[in-house]
């Protein structure tokens, strides 16, 4: 409720004139990627070190999504050349919504702040990466990860 309420509110601001659309998402990415810094911190605190970007990966889609989601990634995909697929079937985020063709192109609005929590955990574990979401059926949607290499 207090995630739709935060787009609610960026949104409805940007329509009384205070911003612009592209920023509301922009900010939500970015409060997203805040939140996202400090509890991979908090959870990776008692975890011994990852041995690669699957490993750290896997974690993403195991702990922490099911401590932030309470429950685990659906489907994780890898092309092992830096970018990694995570599908979730029943995004709880979306589930609210109705699963008609008329909510799909308010979705990625409402996913903006998961990619950013996606973004900044990973950049806590010293991952630089660059996340999408996608949705072609509600309330199953897709993040796609770049690793940028540094």
């Known amino acids: 409720l207090l995630h739709n309420e935060m787009v609610a509110g960026l949104y409805r601001a940007a329509e009384q004139g205070e911003g612009e659309n592209g920023r509301c998402t922009t900010k939500l990415e970015s409060m997203g990627f805040r939140v996202g810094q400090g509890l991979i911190e908090r959870f990776t605190k008692d975890t011994a070190r990852f041995k690669d970007e699957l490993d750290i990966m896997k974690f993403i889609c195991k702990d922490f999504w099911t401590t932030v989601f309470k429950k685990q990634i659906d489907n994780l995909r890898t092309n092992h ?3 990694y697929v995570l599908q979730d079937n029943k995004f709880r985020l979306l589930t609210q919504m109705s699963a008609g063709k008329q909510y799909l192109e ?18 806590n574990l010293g991952i630089k990466s660059i996340v999408t979401a996608e949705v072609s059926s509600m309330p199953a949607c897709k993040f796609q990860v770049m690793i940028q290499k540094m």
């Open 81 to 83: 050349q830096g970018i």
């Open 106 to 123: 308010h979705a990625p609005k409402y996913l903006a702040f998961t990619c950013g929590l996606i973004r900044g955990g990973l950049s």
